[in-house]
């Protein structure tokens, strides 16, 4: 059974790096794309980046000057890092599996992480 | 970015109706559209990829459909468990989300 769980702190302060684990159990990190996505309170869905077991990543143009995914394959975890954060950072985060690897729909989900910006 | 709409943005319906649901994008993206349904607290549930194919364990009632701008998801006979909201999503290029069409009780 493929599970997918988000972890890290719920407050980050402005300006600060938010931090976020997928931790997946029930499947390999190796042979799927594993992405990102994001909805601030009251808003729509927002995909945020991709990458690959090999580390090769795809990100929203609108965040990537402050977007690092990385994936640790030894721990079958991926991870976010958001720099430079604002309230519009305000969300909840999901991490997702690709249902395949050419196509970009997303079959498993976590929970959500909520994260809330502010001081 | 490609922007995504769907119409209606909601609607009411009795079980075993037919229901379909329409997205359209803002330019062509092939068959690169994918179909969620959502309900309250959870994630996104995948039930269509590729504009018609229908993700593993989702029931036959739902179907896709459309290619280039204009996508429509049916339900053949609403069940209990289908109200909820729909979302359309596009991967032709960065990949956006429809606002949502949420179906609930006549």
């Known amino acids: 059974q493929v599970q997918l769980q988000e972890s890290g702190p719920g407050l980050v302060k402005p300006s600060e790096t938010l931090s976020l684990t997928c931790s997946v159990s029930?499947?390999?990190?190796?042979?799927?794309?594993w992405s990102w996505i994001r909805q601030p309170p009251g808003k729509g869905l927002e995909w945020v980046g991709h990458?690959?077991?090999?580390?090769?990543?795809n990100y929203n143009p609108s965040l990537m000057s402050r977007v690092t995914i990385s994936v640790d394959t030894s721990k079958n975890q991926i991870s976010l890092k958001l720099s430079s954060v604002t309230a519009a950072d305000t969300a909840v985060y999901y991490c997702?599996?690709?249902?395949?690897?050419?196509?970009?729909?997303?079959?498993?989900w976590g929970q959500g992480a909520l994260v809330t910006v502010s001081s | 970015d490609i922007q995504m709409t769907q119409s209606p943005s909601s609607l009411s319906a009795s079980m075993g109706d037919r229901v379909t649901i329409t997205c359209r994008a803002s330019?062509?993206?092939?068959?690169?559209l994918n179909w969620y349904q959502r309900k309250p607290g959870k994630a996104p549930r995948l039930l269509i990829y590729?504009?018609?194919s229908l993700q593993s364990g989702v029931p036959s009632r739902f179907s896709g459909s459309g290619s280039g701008t204009d996508f429509t998801l049916t339900i053949s006979s609403l069940q209990p468990e289908d109200f909820a909201t729909y979302y359309c999503?596009?991967?032709?290029?960065?990949?956006?989300f429809g606002p949502g069409t949420k179906v609930d009780i006549k």
């Open positions: 997702a599996r690709h249902v395949i690897i050419a196509v970009a729909a997303f079959d498993h």
């Open positions: 029930g499947v390999s990190i190796y042979s799927y794309y």
């Open positions: 990458i690959n077991y090999s580390g090769d990543t």
């Open positions: 330019q062509s993206i092939s068959s690169y």
């Open positions: 590729d504009a018609s």
């Open positions: 999503q596009q991967s032709y290029g960065t990949v956006t």
